[in-house]
């Protein structure tokens, strides 16, 4: 089974639109795609915009929001302190319980976290430790702009120590005047510094056409990267 967590360097820099991009284009490809975002905050369950609701199209999901975004926080702020504010402690079991339930009978499975790698979710564990024991390779998604190279290196260096397998850097081209010089060469920097696959995701005509960003997708290279098998070190 495929297993993926995608996380970015900051909030607002496309985890969504690349979760969503790679569930629709996956489930184009004929695999059975779970598209799940655990806990969302800054939301309410029934809201059709949130990013579980987005991903669930996506995946053509049929189970309900329940199962594949099962934990909504009303505050738009870290998990841990969502839950907080909101006197509901999240249980990590249950959760733990909630992503396998979602995985079960499907060849893929997408998990979309919040903000960064190291967003609190209890004073103990932050997503890197979920993703860990989640057994998800990660993807990273990052704004192609000036901050990118220090940004994605950051978020390696805390995927690696976490032990986790960086299957791919999305560099995602929200936004810019076009005089940003540093736009044409982030991606071959990070690649020869970090040793990690690079796709570069252009800006998308619009955001709510799936098959349009499945297609972007798929000629970034991205699901050729996630559909294939992880590359298993050499034995020593
Ligand atoms: N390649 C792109 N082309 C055009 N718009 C984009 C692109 N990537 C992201 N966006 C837009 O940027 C905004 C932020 O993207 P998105 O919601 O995917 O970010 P996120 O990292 O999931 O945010 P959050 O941390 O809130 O979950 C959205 O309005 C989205 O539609
Ligand atoms: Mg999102």
Redesign the pocket.
Known sequence: MIRIGVT?TD???????VTAALAAALTRRGFRVAAVKPIETGCEFDDPNR?GARLARAANETRGLAVVAPLTFQEPVAPMLAAELAARPIDLDALDRAVEKAAEDCDVLLLEG??GLFVPITAAVSYAELFARWSLDVVI?AVNRLGAINHVRLTIAAARAAGLTVRAVVL???GGDGSDRSVGDNARLIALLEHVPIVQ????PT?DDLAVAANLVERSGLVDLIAAPAAVPPSV
């Open positions: 970015g909030t607002g820099v496309g985890k969504t639109l990013d919040a903000g998604v995602n081209q929200i995701l252009p800006r998308a955001v």
